[in-house]
């Protein structure tokens, strides 16, 4: 049987993981206090699901084949910062407008497939499933312990989505944002500059 103090100090680490302010967390704030609550939560669905993708990866053992495979990792990480640098693109190009230009709502597909793409493109993500899986589970362990804290770790995931959607888009939020859409997309595009290049970079460094 699973040790729920282990859980819980599981859930406590990807809490703290999840939360940390990164490429998925900045991009559901920015489209919550720009778009509102109800695209940011479809986003952050994909988001989460994308999250779930790597945790299966990882529960399997499959993070540590994919860890190991030098080739492998290194075209995930070359598209995944492309696909950041994309990102980069469009932001930089929202802050370079005048005014603001809002994308049709309706397209909820749409949505979601960014957020699940944003997170699948990453596969640094294994490496801290990895991590939190190995707080609750260890040599001794049955798969039941496995699935529990994979379980844990995916509420939290969404969890965490859903709580960046709901605070960011506050109409004072999203006010603020109205009033400072330039700079804001201008930083956001810089940060994901730096995160795309950033894993280029590790993958071709390894």
């Given at each position: 049987?699973p040790?729920?103090?282990?859980l819980?100090?599981?859930?406590?680490?990807?809490?703290?993981?999840?939360?940390?302010?990164?490429?998925?967390?900045?991009?559901?704030?920015?489209?919550?206090?720009?778009?509102?609550?109800?695209?940011?939560?479809?986003?952050?669905?994909?988001?989460?699901?994308?999250?779930?993708?790597?945790?299966?990866?990882?529960?399997?053992?499959?993070?540590?084949?994919?860890?190991?495979?030098?080739?492998?990792?290194?075209?995930?990480?070359?598209?995944?910062?492309?696909?950041?640098?994309?990102?980069?693109?469009?932001?930089a190009?929202s802050?370079?407008?005048?005014?603001?230009?809002?994308?049709?709502?309706?397209?909820?597909?749409?949505?979601?497939?960014?957020?699940?793409?944003?997170?699948?493109?990453n596969?640094?993500?294994?490496?801290?499933?990895?991590?939190?899986?190995?707080?609750?589970?260890?040599?001794?362990?049955?798969?039941?312990?496995?699935?529990?804290?994979?379980?844990?770790?995916?509420?939290?995931?969404?969890?965490?989505?859903?709580?960046?959607?709901?605070?960011?888009?506050?109409?004072?939020?999203?006010?603020?944002?109205?009033?400072?859409?330039?700079?804001?997309?201008?930083?956001?595009?810089?940060?994901?500059?730096?995160?795309?290049?950033?894993?280029?970079?590790?993958?071709?460094?390894?």
């Open positions: 049987m040790d729920i103090s282990s819980i100090t599981t859930g406590i680490a990807f809490f703290v993981i999840a939360a940390t302010p990164g490429p998925a967390n900045i991009s559901n704030a920015t489209i919550a206090m720009g778009y509102g609550r109800k695209i940011s939560l479809i986003y952050g669905l994909g988001l989460s699901c994308g999250l779930i993708f790597w945790g299966l990866i990882a529960a399997s053992g499959m993070g540590a084949v994919l860890q190991s495979s030098l080739y492998l990792l290194m075209v995930l990480k070359v598209l995944g910062g492309l696909y950041l640098l994309w990102l980069a693109y469009l932001s190009r802050a370079l407008r005048p005014a603001a230009v809002q994308l049709s709502t309706s397209g909820d597909k749409r949505w979601f497939l960014r957020g699940l793409l944003l997170n699948m493109s596969p640094k993500s294994v490496i801290a499933w990895m991590a939190a899986l190995s707080i609750a589970v260890d040599s001794n362990d049955g798969f039941s312990s496995v699935i529990a804290a994979t379980l844990v770790c995916i509420a939290i995931g969404f969890a965490n989505n859903a709580l960046y959607s709901v605070l960011f888009s506050i109409s004072g939020m999203m006010r603020g944002y109205q009033r400072c859409r330039r700079r804001i997309d201008g930083v956001v595009a810089a940060l994901f500059t730096a995160a795309g290049f950033g894993l280029i970079r590790s993958a071709l460094t390894r």
